[in-house]
């Protein structure tokens, strides 16, 4: 069973910068594909970006030039690096992983916090 935690959100003024991380364990981390979501107060949750061996990383085009996923394989770790932050980025941040069996498991973590305000 896949376990995820997040870590690295808090609170960040606007234009400045946050690393999320998303440590993965029980699993073999270059087996899955991973992404990260968000919600917003008020507002359902939307994928942010996604990284796969197939497909490479993509992101929404609100983040696009500002946000970079990558994974570091000896860590079983993904991170978000999101730099120019704005107040629309606000949000509860979670890390997901999709493994592509018989049938497709979904995985998430429990979420972190990113708030960005002056």
């Known amino acids: 069973q896949l376990q995820l935690v997040e870590s690295g959100g808090g609170l960040v003024q606007p234009g400045g910068s946050l690393r999320l991380s998303c440590a993965a364990s029980g699993g073999t981390f270059e087996h899955y594909d991973f992404g990260w979501f968000r919600q917003a107060p008020g507002k359902e949750r939307e994928g942010v970006s996604c990284i796969s061996n197939s497909a490479g990383a993509t992101y929404v085009d609100s983040v696009k030039g500002r946000f970079t996923i990558s994974g570091d394989i000896a860590k079983n770790t993904l991170y978000l690096q999101m730099n120019s932050l704005k107040p629309e980025d606000t949000a509860v941040y979670y890390c997901?992983?999709?493994?592509?069996?018989?049938?497709?498991?979904?995985?998430w973590g429990q979420g972190t916090q990113v708030t960005v305000s002056s």
């Open positions: 997901n992983a999709r493994f592509f069996g018989a049938a497709v498991i979904t995985y």
